[in-house]
């Protein structure tokens, strides 16, 4: 199943190059971040997650980083691989809330 | 691959039609929710399940109906969908329904079609 269609912002890196995949978000009551990994076929997969009080989160080849002066979040890949092509997308929980809100996505293709 | 399966994975059906769409985890998980992802939106929750109570209906027209017989288990019933509501459905489970602590898992979809 394609997650989306032909309006999604789109980024092409090299293979081994590093990625940077940018997502705002809107509410500054959001205190909890997600990032997720859509292949074709497949459903959504959680990447890497960070909370509000935190500005950065390392996981493997992945970085997090928040800004919560400008309500930004920041994906980067490190030495990118062909796998990692995918539409990526981030969410955000409301504090208070029960519900993750989430963005619209950016497709990543790896060129070879 | 993730524990949570769909069937079926494509179905086309004409507005006039009842179908259903079924979600089974087991991962022996607690929480159960349907999303509606389309083309030109983000992904939107449509309704959560925790221990086989509706704990949340996000604004969702009456056409879709859920059923949750038990933990493992979830249905979307349709009928009389609109052509609009063509996108892909998913569903997902986490161990409770605490997204700031409970990752969610999602199966890979049913690609709905209505004509």
């Known amino acids: 199943g394609e997650s989306v269609g032909l309006h999604l912002p789109t980024l092409s890196v090299q293979e081994g190059d590093n990625s940077i995949i940018n997502c705002a978000y809107s509410n500054s009551a959001s205190d909890y971040f997600i990032w997720y990994k859509q292949e074709s076929g497949k459903g959504p997969q959680f990447i890497i997650d960070?909370?509000?009080?935190?500005d950065k989160r390392q996981g493997q080849r992945v970085t997090v980083l928040l800004n919560k002066t400008v309500k930004h979040l920041s994906l980067q890949i490190a030495a990118t691989q062909p796998g990692d092509s995918a539409v990526y997308f981030c969410a955000e929980l409301i504090q208070g809330a029960q519900k993750l809100v989430f963005g619209q996505g950016t497709r990543l293709t790896i060129n070879p | 691959e993730t524990g949570v399966t769909q069937t079926p994975r494509h179905l086309v059906m004409g507005m006039t039609n009842k179908k259903s769409l079924k979600c089974e985890q087991h991962l022996g998980h607690n929480a159960m929710y349907w999303y509606k992802q389309s083309a030109k939106k983000p992904l939107e929750l449509m309704f959560v399940y925790n221990f086989k109570e509706q704990t949340e209906n996000n604004s969702v027209p009456s056409r879709f109906s859920p059923e949750c017989p038990n933990s493992s288990h979830l249905f979307l019933h349709l009928h009389t969908l609109q052509p609009e509501d063509s996108a892909l459905y998913l569903c997902?489970?986490?161990?409770?329904?605490?997204?700031?602590?409970?990752?969610?898992?999602f199966g890979p979809g049913t690609r709905l079609t209505v004509l």
């Open positions: 997902a489970s986490s161990q409770y329904a605490s997204p700031s602590t409970d990752t969610q898992y």
């Open positions: 960070i909370r509000s009080n935190m």
